[in-house]
């Protein structure tokens, strides 16, 4: 008797790893998350008040005295050649 050849199937399954910038965004979004809890923290610890400013007087009384300035010597200017014909 003859011999039957056998029949093998062989698959090949490709695959591809995909990478996305997801990652980037989502730490962008959790550091912004974080700073605005921080900021709610902080009003809530404060009392929801600002730090009192110091009052600023009504009338301001400021005097500046100059000190004398000599003016400076200035050398006398030469007269024009006269002109000549």
Do not use: C, Y
């Amino acid at each position: 008797m003859a011999e039957q050849p056998t029949a093998t199937s062989s698959s090949t399954t490709h695959t591809t790893e995909r990478k996305s910038g997801s990652s980037a965004w989502l730490a962008f979004l959790v550091g912004g998350l974080l700073v605005v809890v921080a900021i709610i923290a902080w009003f809530m610890m404060s009392g929801g008040q600002p730090a009192e400013a110091p009052s600023i007087p009504s009338e301001v009384d400021v005097n500046v005295t100059a000190p004398e300035i000599p003016a400076p010597s200035v050398p006398d200017v030469p007269s024009p050649a006269p002109p000549s014909n």
